[in-house]
């Protein structure tokens, strides 16, 4: 079992950074693939960012990249989401995730392949 506690969000202007970070217990952290998705009310949980266990390989949505950043620290089991220029269409719950997984260079972008989820945190992003 893993566990994702999710931290970093809040509130920020248009254009502001804001850094999540997902801290993950429970199991050998560097044997997990993650990954960050985002859900507002009404929509369904959609994909931000992947990283593999090694960190080696990332992935990102279209409407994020060149402003979202995914990052690990295999030692503090600690995974990364740096927001720079946001949106007020990046408001919504974002969401960590977790997958077991034996490839170490292999990213994940659909929410059903991932074994384990954290609470979420908001972020809201005014204009």
């Known amino acids: 079992q893993v566990q994702l506690v999710e931290s970093g969000g809040g509130l920020v202007q248009t254009g502001g950074s804001l850094r999540l970070s997902c801290a993950a217990s429970?199991?050998?952290?560097?044997?997990?693939?993650l990954g960050w998705f985002r859900q507002d009310p009404g929509k369904e949980r959609e994909f931000v960012a992947a990283?593999?266990?090694?960190?080696?390989?990332?992935g990102q949505a279209n409407s994020v990249k060149g402003r979202f950043t995914i990052s690990r620290d295999n030692v503090k089991n600690t995974v990364y989401l740096q927001m720079n220029s946001l949106k007020p269409e990046d408001t919504a719950v974002y969401y960590c995730?977790?997958?077991?997984?034996?490839?170490?260079?292999?990213?994940?972008?659909?929410?059903?392949?991932?074994?384990?989820w954290g609470q979420g945190t908001q972020v809201t992003v005014s204009s």
């Open positions: 995730a977790a997958k077991r997984t034996i490839s170490r260079a292999s990213y994940y972008l659909d929410r059903v392949d991932y074994d384990y």
């Open positions: 990283i593999s266990c090694s960190g080696s390989m990332t």
């Open positions: 429970g199991r050998t952290f560097s044997n997990l693939a």
